[in-house]
Nanobody
Framework: VQLQASGGGLVQPGGSLRLSCDAS????????MGWFRQSPGKDRIIIAT?????????YPDGSVKGRFTISRDNAKNTAYLQMDNLKPEDAAVYFC???????????????????WGQGTLVTVSS
């Protein structure tokens, strides 16, 4: 199983990025997907999660609500994280992860995610 996160980079405050997570070696539609981030000196936290069919979605971190959107395309085995109106505090390494789950179930617990991508760095600076 491989999860390949991409799309990170340097962006100015107020800018946008779209992260992608390409999955292989698993039946993608049988997994809920999550995006996590880890800033220097801080613990990894979950940002967003999405159910197997695209619903439900959940954003446990209130700081990203209304700015970040998680989505997925099961035909392409890819999950996305659209990030708009980026702020300096959004700078982090972003990870995608896959959790075997029943339909319409999402999870915010790290331990429920069996597979992890390698991370992609997002820098927000002027």
């Amino acid at each position: 199983v491989q999860l390949q996160a991409s799309g990170g980079g340097l962006v100015q405050p107020g800018g946008s990025l779209r992260l992608s997570c390409d999955a292989s070696g698993l039946t993608f539609s049988e997994y809920a997907m999550g995006w996590f981030r880890q800033s220097p000196g801080k613990d990894r936290i979950i940002i967003a999660t999405i159910g197997r069919t695209g619903r439900p979605t959940h954003y446990p971190d209130g700081s990203v609500k209304g700015r970040f959107t998680i989505s997925r395309d099961n035909a392409k085995n890819t999950a996305y994280l659209q990030m708009d109106n980026l702020k300096p505090e959004d700078a982090a390494v972003y990870f995608c992860a896959a959790a075997a789950a029943a339909e319409s179930v999402v999870t915010i617990r790290d331990i429920d995610y069996q597979y992890w991508g390698q991370g992609t760095l997002v820098t927000v600076s002027s």
